[in-house]
C-alpha cells in the first residue's frame, strides 16, 4: 500500500496565523489527493480535490498544492471555525489515508 | 440537503458479524458510488470498501475477504457486513458518498458509528 505521511501530527495556532500541513506519499501519485477537515463527533468535511481544486462550498483560505508525492494544504488565515483534525488522503491505488494533523488552539 | 445516517448495533461479540446500514435522505441512491471509511480509536482513516448503485463492489484487499457491501435502492440505503470480528475492527464506521470523475473523492460523509468488538 501507499503511505501517506502526514506532518506534523499536531500544531498550535492563532486565530489569523497561516497554518501548513505536509503530507508525503511513499509513492509518485501524481495529484491524487483530496485533504478533509473533521471535528469531533461531526461528519468529516472535504476541502481539497485532486491536490488543487477547492471543493464548492469551502472558504477560499483553504489552498492544496503539490504533485509527485509531496503535497501541502494551507489555511491563510486561520479562523475559530478551523481548529480541528485535517487528513490527506491517496485515491492513485488501494486508498489510504495519512495519521491526521490536529490544529489546536495556542 | 442530502444526508447520510449510519446505524446498527454498537457492541458486537469476537467472532460474529458486524452490520451496518447508512441511509441516505434528501437524494436518490441512484447513479452514485457509495462507501464505508473506519478510524479505529486513536489511529487513522481505513477505507473498507465501495459500491456502485447497480451493485458492483470493490474492496481494500485487506479486508476483502471478510467484507460484503450491498445495496437496496427500494430502501436508499446501502449496508457493510464484516465477518469474523476482532478486537480489531473496534472503530467508528463512516458511510460516505464517494464522486467518480477524472479523480475520486468522498464528497459526503455519516457523522460516524463507533462499533466495540467485545464479549
Not at chain 2, 1 to 17: A, I
Not at chain 2, 54 to 70: D, Q
Request: proline residues 4%.
Amino acid at each position: 500500500d501507499i503511505q501517506m505521511t502526514q506532518s506534523p501530527s499536531s500544531l498550535s495556532a492563532s486565530v489569523g496565523d497561516r497554518v501548513t500541513i505536509t503530507c508525503r506519499a511513499s509513492q509518485r501519485i501524481y495529484k491524487y489527493v483530496n485533504w478533509y477537515q473533521h471535528k469531533p463527533g461531526e461528519a468529516p468535511n472535504l476541502l481539497i480535490y485532486a491536490a488543487s481544486s477547492l471543493q464548492s462550498g469551502v472558504p477560499s483560505r483553504f489552498s492544496g498544492s503539490g504533485s509527485g508525492t509531496d503535497f501541502t494544504l494551507t489555511i491563510s488565515s486561520l479562523q475559530p471555525e478551523d481548529f480541528a483534525t485535517y487528513y490527506c488522503q491517496q485515491t492513485y491505488s488501494t486508498w489510504t489515508f495519512g495519521q491526521g494533523t490536529k490544529v489546536e488552539v495556542k | 440537503q442530502v444526508q447520510l445516517q449510519e446505524s446498527g448495533p454498537g457492541l458486537v461479540k469476537p467472532s460474529e458479524t458486524l452490520s451496518l446500514t447508512c441511509s441516505v435522505s434528501g437524494a436518490s441512491i441512484n447513479n452514485y458510488y457509495w462507501s464505508w471509511i473506519r478510524q479505529p480509536p486513536g489511529k487513522g482513516l481505513e477505507w473498507i470498501g465501495y459500491i456502485y448503485y447497480s451493485g458492483s463492489t470493490t474492496y481494500n484487499p485487506s479486508l476483502k475477504s471478510r467484507v460484503t457491501i450491498s445495496i437496496d435502492m427500494s430502501e436508499n440505503q446501502f449496508s457493510l457486513k464484516l465477518n469474523s470480528v476482532t478486537a480489531a475492527d473496534t472503530a467508528v464506521y463512516y458511510c460516505a458518498r464517494l464522486f467518480r470523475g477524472s479523480y475520486w473523492y468522498f464528497d459526503l460523509w455519516g457523522r460516524g458509528t463507533l462499533v466495540a468488538v467485545s464479549s
